[in-house]
């Protein structure tokens, strides 16, 4: 299956966000996600089921004014 | 002051653009800001080779300060984008303080106030506590009170263009209008002087970030910030004087003696 992460394209086995996040090294981070433009947040991503296609925003704190 | 929050610095201070990290912390104690404006963007994980773990550091670093943050929506255009922005930076930061910004044109970062006041009342609804970066458009203003905004902030001058208070009428009429709404002056501010008069027009407090981060000696700057934030308010409280047309003599002229010749 493919999905965009941040616009970059990935093969993935992953069924969900969480399993997604954990093969491509977002494990233990400090981040927030988005699929298709809608939040999903931490405690939803294990439940959240993937479709081909999908495009995920995965953000971190940063600075700003 | 806050969303029933007590501070006692009056001035909030942005975290990008600085030189580097250690002179970021020693301007924010410099400022003695209580509340650290921050953002979020894009991370990369590391099966993408190890890049973008920037925000890994900097979420350590702010939690090191033990300060408040406040999460901006800074760079959304849109009501969407502004309201997905701001769920997931309550989710990171762990707050429901949010600087709401959907801007509404790329040269002068004006705020879109009708997607403001839209994205206002759906965040206001969700629970968030929002912090509206607006104009200093009065019936704007009313409009995200009524969407349950409890803090404005009005912008001085377009964000980093260090031009001071724009619009002083219409900053005035703004705190005229809302005596017990705290109103923050948010952006355009270059220098000291420019926060000291935002403090005796009684404006609560002043947010600001480039003129401290792209001075010269950002730590100096931070200091003089608090400085002129200090005098500013105590000059507020104080009851400065109305200006007047014509000069009024400081010495009393009663018993002045009389040496002109008739």
Redesign the interface.
């Known amino acids: 299956m493919r999905i965009f992460l941040n616009d970059d394209a990935h093969d993935v086995d992953a069924a969900t966000l969480a399993a997604a996040l954990e093969s491509l090294g977002f494990a233990g981070r400090k981040i927030a996600t988005a699929v298709n433009g809608r939040f999903v947040a931490a405690a939803a991503r294990p439940a959240t089921r993937l479709a081909d296609g999908d495009r995920i925003e995965v953000v971190a704190p940063m600075q700003g004014g | 002051m806050f969303y029933g929050v007590d501070l006692s610095s009056r001035l909030l201070l ?5 030189p580097s990290p250690a002179v ?1 912390e020693r301007a924010i104690k410099a400022s003695g800001a209580e509340v650290v ?12 080779g ?1 890049a ?1 773990r ?3 550091s ?2 350590q670093f ?1 939690q090191s300060l033990g300060l408040r943050v406040l ?2 929506t ?1 760079g959304c255009h849109s009501v ?1 984008e502004a309201v ?1 922005t701001a ?3 309550r ?3 762990d707050t429901p303080w949010i600087k709401l910004e959907v801007i509404g044109d790329a040269d002068t970062l004006q705020p879109d106030v009708f997607g403001l006041v839209e994205a206002a009342r759906i965040l206001a609804q969700d629970g968030f506590e929002v912090f509206p970066y607006t104009t200093e458009d009065l019936v704007v203003a009313d409009r995200l009170v009524e969407a349950g905004c409890r803090v404005l902030m009005p912008w001085g001058a377009p ?2 263009s260090a031009r001071g208070l724009n619009n002083v009428y219409g900053l005035k009429s703004l705190r005229a209008h809302f005596p017990d709404i705290p109103l923050v002056v948010d ?1 355009g501010l270059g220098v000291p002087s420019h926060a000291a008069a935002a403090m005796e027009l009684g404006y609560d407090a002043v947010l600001l ?2 003129a401290v981060a792209e001075a010269g000696d950002p730590v100096e700057m931070a200091r003089a910030f608090a400085l002129a934030v200090e005098a500013g308010r105590a000059a507020h409280r104080a009851q400065p004087l109305e200006p007047r047309d014509m000069a009024q003599p400081s010495t009393p002229v009663i018993g002045k003696a009389v040496l002109g010749g008739i």
């Open positions: 942005g975290t990008a653009r600085y970021l404006t921050v953002s979020l963007r894009r991370e990369g994980g590391s099966a993408q190890g973008g920037a925000g890994q900097f979420w702010i999460p901006n800074a969407k997905t769920h997931m930076a989710e990171l930061f964000i980093g952006a970030n480039t």
